[in-house]
T-cell receptor, first 117, second 113 residues
Framework: GAVVSQHPSWVICKSGTSVKIECRSLDFQATTMFWYRQFPKQSLMLMATSNEGSKATYEQGVEKDKFLINHASLTLSTLTVTSAHPEDSSFYIC?????????????FGAGTRLSVL | GNSVTQMEGPVTLSEEAFLTINCTYTATGYPSLFWYVQYPGEGLQLLLKATKADDKGSNKGFEATYRKETTSFHLEKGSVQVSDSAVYFCALSDQGGGNKLTFGTGTQLKVEL
């Protein structure tokens, strides 16, 4: 089946530093990738939608200058949390959509737990 | 806007018990409905889906029927196993899988021997 790899799975950083999270579709090309954020005991909240070669579309309330998304190729999207602060600590999950087809669904990575000290 | 409400967990059942996890939704138009499952340490996996009213999605013994009249998509399984222990998310999208998903809060299921 379609595999999405997310790296790193867990990162701890100091306040004020930047952290980059990678999301790769290993065996398919993703026309669209999505980035979600999940707080403990809460739902996944969509942060942004990215299409290869174009600027990401951010959901209302998500700071685009803080959460930089780069969708450089059809198999890789990155989320950079700039100048991270403790309130950015969360679980970040990406998904990749291969396009209209037999399954027409998103495939999810295992998530990245970010802890900002 | 769209929203999904699902029952809070954790739900603890004995093996071979009947499972129901309730899910109701609010959406304009005719959304597609999904159940995703997240096993410990893994990403979300699609469990089943339904794209129109009265459709029944099924997989691995799990079933859910798209009920437009009650705006519900309850997940059921006749006999759960320990290996079904996971977090289950109900979700919807406006048009198929390529559009953004709106998730419920997730329901943790624990199945004990």
């Amino acid at each position: 089946g379609a595999v999405v790899s997310q790296h790193p799975s867990w990162v701890i950083c100091k306040s004020g530093t930047s952290v980059k999270i990678e999301c790769r579709s290993l065996d398919f090309q993703a026309t669209t990738m999505f980035w979600y954020r999940q707080f403990p005991k809460q739902s996944l909240m969509l942060m942004a939608t990215s299409n290869e070669g174009s600027k990401a579309t951010y959901e209302q309330g998500v700071e685009k200058d803080k959460f930089l998304i780069n969708h450089a190729s059809l198999t890789l999207s990155t989320l950079t949390v700039t100048s991270a602060h403790p309130e950015d600590s969360s679980f970040y999950i990406c998904s990749a959509f291969p396009g209209q087809g037999a399954k027409n669904i998103q495939y999810f990575g295992a998530g990245t737990r970010l802890s900002v000290l | 806007g769209n929203s999904v409400t699902q029952m809070e967990g954790p739900v603890t059942l004995s093996e071979e018990a009947f499972l129901t996890i309730n899910c109701t939704y609010t959406a304009t138009g005719y959304p597609s409905l999904f159940w995703y499952v997240q096993y410990p340490g893994e990403g979300l996996q699609l469990l089943l889906k339904a794209t129109k009213a009265d459709d029944k999605g099924s997989n691995k013994g799990f079933e859910a029927t798209y009920r437009k009249e009650t705006t519900s998509f309850h997940l059921e399984k006749g006999s759960v196993q320990v290996s079904d222990s996971a977090v289950y998310f109900c979700a919807l999208s406006d048009q198929g899988g390529g559009n953004k998903l709106t998730f419920g809060t997730g329901t943790q299921l624990k199945v004990e021997l």
